[in-house]
C-alpha cells in the first residue's frame, strides 16, 4: 500500500507565495517519477512540474520562471515552490508519482489534492 499526502494549500493574494508538500509512504521500493499537476475548475488536469529520479525538472511554460519543484529522496518528499501567484494559479493541487513497491509493482500513484486559491 502506497500513499501520497499533500499539504500547504490556501488562500493568498496575487504576487504573493505558497509552499506545497507531498510525502509519499508505504510500501515503497523506489520512486522514480514525481511532481505536481493541477486542475481548476471545467478545465482538464495539466501538467505543472515532474522531476524524474536523477533528472532535470520539466515544467509547464505558464508556471516556468515562478514555481520550484525540488525532491527530497530520502524523505520520499517533493516541494513545490510557488512564487508571484496569479488568479489563473487557482486550482486544486495534485501530488503524483511513479513509484515501483517491495513487491515489484509499478504505478502512478496519486495525493487526494489541496486547493490553492489566488485571489484579493
Known amino acids: 500500500q502506497v500513499q501520497l499526502v499533500e499539504s500547504g494549500g490556501g488562500l493568498v493574494q496575487p504576487g504573493g507565495s505558497l509552499r506545497l508538500s507531498c510525502v509519499a509512504s508505504?510500501?515503497?521500493?523506489?520512486?522514480?517519477?514525481m511532481g505536481w499537476y493541477r486542475q481548476a475548475p471545467g478545465k482538464e488536469r495539466e501538467l505543472v512540474a515532474t522531476?524524474?529520479?536523477?533528472?532535470?525538472?520539466n515544467y509547464a511554460d505558464s508556471v516556468k520562471g515562478r514555481f520550484t519543484s525540488s525532491r527530497d529522496n530520502p524523505k520520499n518528499t517533493v516541494h513545490l515552490h510557488m512564487n508571484f501567484l496569479k488568479p489563473e494559479d487557482t486550482a486544486v493541487y495534485y501530488c503524483?508519482?511513479?513509484?515501483?513497491?517491495?513487491?515489484?509493482?509499478?504505478?502512478?500513484?496519486w495525493g487526494q489534492g489541496t486547493q490553492v486559491t489566488v485571489s484579493s
Open positions: 503524483s508519482a511513479t513509484i515501483v513497491t517491495t513487491r515489484g509493482w509499478k504505478s502512478d500513484y
Open positions: 522531476t524524474p529520479s536523477g533528472g532535470s525538472t
Open positions: 508505504g510500501s515503497i521500493f523506489r520512486i522514480d517519477a
